[in-house]
């Protein structure tokens, strides 16, 4: 198998508006610019309204610029949403479907969040599917069971190693400074690797797994380490330049 190109992605859910995301995007693009024949790829998934406001910036160091969620349908009567088509036109590569803060706050499903995936494939995007466990399933020992369940359900059959990255992002480890053990994320990224593996043969062998959830400079090492870790997804720390930047070099 060839060697999986690791992606540093940040989400930086609803934060950063115009004049912070350019500052913030301009330092990333200068540095990554900086980086010749860097391993890693970058990934910013700033609020859907500063996409068109951020794309050349973080164009001018390679940086991709994706979205945090789409709506299933191309088009239609959905007030206050914006379809996979319309980011794919307004520059995005990528987009994240179903992040657990919208499996918590909008009640999305996993058939939901596979629908979006779907989507996403129809305009042409790279789905990053969020899946993880919550604390008490994690206690009550059923990590491996809810993860393997969210990610059956939620990855799509068109699933493939260049449309699709699947980000493994315990919901207690969210935005906590908590972080699972490089054991834990050893068996529960190899558990994935073994499932999209079975499902989608070369191609599960190829999509990346991302881990997300409390990433910062300190222990992105530690983490990107661990076999099957292809990458990371970072919340807080991929506000800022200063934040980030340290954590796509542990990449590679
Ligand atoms: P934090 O890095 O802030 O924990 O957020 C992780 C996350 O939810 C990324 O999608």
């Known amino acids: 198998m060839s060697e999986i190109r690791p992606l540093i992605a940040g989400n930086w859910k609803m934060n950063g508006g115009r004049r912070e995301g350019l500052k913030q995007a301009g330092q990333m693009a200068r540095q990554a610019a900086r980086r010749k024949g860097a391993a890693a790829e970058i990934l910013i998934c700033p609020p859907a309204i500063l996409v068109p406001v951020l794309r050349d910036a973080l164009a001018a160091g390679a940086i991709a610029i994706g979205a945090q969620d789409c709506?299933?349908?191309?088009?239609?009567?959905?007030?206050?949403?914006?379809?996979?088509?319309?980011?794919?036109?307004?520059?995005?590569?990528?987009v994240i479907v179903g992040h657990s803060e919208r499996r918590a706050d909008q009640g999305e499903s996993d058939a939901a969040v596979r629908a979006k995936a779907e989507a996403a494939h129809?305009?042409?995007?790279?789905?990053?599917?969020?899946?993880?466990?919550?604390?008490?399933e994690r206690r009550r020992g059923q990590a491996l069971d809810v993860v393997a369940r969210q990610l059956s359900r939620s990855v799509p059959k068109g699933a493939a190693a260049a449309n699709t990255v699947v980000a493994y992002e315990p919901v207690w480890a969210i935005g906590t400074g908590l972080v699972p053990t490089v054991d834990d994320v050893a068996e529960m990224h190899a558990m994935m690797r073994a499932r999209l593996a079975r499902r989608f043969?070369?191609?599960?062998?190829?999509?990346?797994?991302?881990?997300?959830?409390?990433?910062?400079?300190?222990?992105a090492a530690a983490l990107l380490g661990v076999a099957h870790v292809n990458g990371a997804l970072v919340g807080g720390a991929s506000l800022t330049a200063k934040a980030f930047m340290p954590i796509v070099k542990a990449a590679g």
Request: proline share 0%; glycine share 18%; net charge neutral.
């Open 71 to 94: 709506h299933a349908a191309a088009a239609g009567a959905h007030t206050g949403e914006q379809s996979a088509e319309m980011l794919a036109d307004a520059g995005c590569s990528h």
């Open 122 to 136: 129809r305009a042409g995007l790279t789905a990053i599917v969020c899946v993880g466990e919550t604390r008490a």
């Open 201 to 219: 043969r070369a191609e599960g062998r190829g999509m990346r797994l991302l881990y997300g959830g409390s990433v910062n400079a300190g222990n």
